[in-house]
T-cell receptor, first 111, second 115 residues
Framework: GESVGLHLPTLSVQEGDNSIINCAYSNSASDYFIWYKQESGKGPQFIIDIRSNMDKRQGQRVTVLLNKTVKHLSLQIAATQPGDSAVYFC??????????FGQGTRLTINP | DSGVTQTPKHLITATGQRVTLRCSPR?????VYWYQQSLDQGLQFLIQYYNGEERAKGNILERFSAQQFPDLHSELNLSSLELGDSALYFCASSPVGGRSYNEQFFGPGTRLTVL
């Protein structure tokens, strides 16, 4: 079915540490998996995507890992900063244009 | 600033009423998407338009409708409003084609409160 879920609703990390946000998905037919960030009072913002035939993709301070065997997606943020505080959503692309979003994980940064 | 604008920012209305939410996409983007974000349902895709035509439909109720005009702005019409329709409504836009659909640019949202 169409279902993207998150393991943890909240994650608290120390500033400067690495953050790992996890996501489980159920639809094996998705051709892309995507991470979005939503800061308080704003709309979601694209972070990074990964094609389903890849297992790792790196961006600026972020890395997305895809494990299709266990249908698991993760977002790693290096050297977490206060500006990284937000809700992070994973999403999968179904069909040509439809994105199905997970419930979100709230990341808070401790000074 | 994503370049996507939405009006109004806040809307308070009563059950049974009808409202219209407006969205202007980024300059040059032909695709417009509407999403509903509520506490219990998360971010739900409602509908997508591409250059004036409906392209994809999600969990959109029959009481809701949308359209995209020749100047590419879009409107989401919500009628016979119920308490459960209270939510944030986001509009997003993206350029043409393929992988670019992954990166959607979201507006600031319209917060609808139905009393």
């Amino acid at each position: 079915g169409e279902s993207v879920g998150l393991h943890l609703p909240t994650l608290s990390v120390q500033e400067g540490d690495n953050s790992i946000i996890n996501c489980a998905y159920s639809n094996s037919a998705s051709d892309y998996f995507i991470w979005y960030k939503q800061e308080s009072g704003k709309g979601p913002q694209f972070i990074i995507d990964i094609r389903s035939n890849m297992d790792k993709r790196q961006g600026q301070r972020v890395t997305v890992l895809l494990n299709k065997t266990v249908k698991h997606l993760s977002l790693q943020i290096a050297a977490t900063q206060p500006g990284d505080s937000a809700v992070y959503f994973c999403a999968e692309k179904l069909g040509a244009q439809k994105l199905v979003f997970g419930q979100g994980t709230r990341l808070t940064i401790n000074p | 600033d994503s370049g996507v604008t939405q009006t109004p920012k806040h809307l308070i209305t009563a059950t049974g009423q009808r409202v219209t939410l407006r969205c202007s996409p980024r300059s040059g983007d032909l695709s417009v998407y509407w999403y509903q974000q509520s506490l219990d349902q998360g971010l739900q895709f409602l509908i997508q338009y591409y250059n004036g035509e409906e392209r994809a439909k999600g969990n959109i109720l029959e009481r809701f409708s949308a359209q995209q005009f020749p100047d590419l702005h879009s409107e989401l019409n919500l009628s016979s409003l119920e308490l459960g329709d209270s939510a944030l409504y986001f509009c997003a836009s993206s350029p043409v084609g393929g992988r670019s659909y992954n990166e959607q640019f979201f507006g600031p949202g319209t917060r609808l409160t139905v009393l």
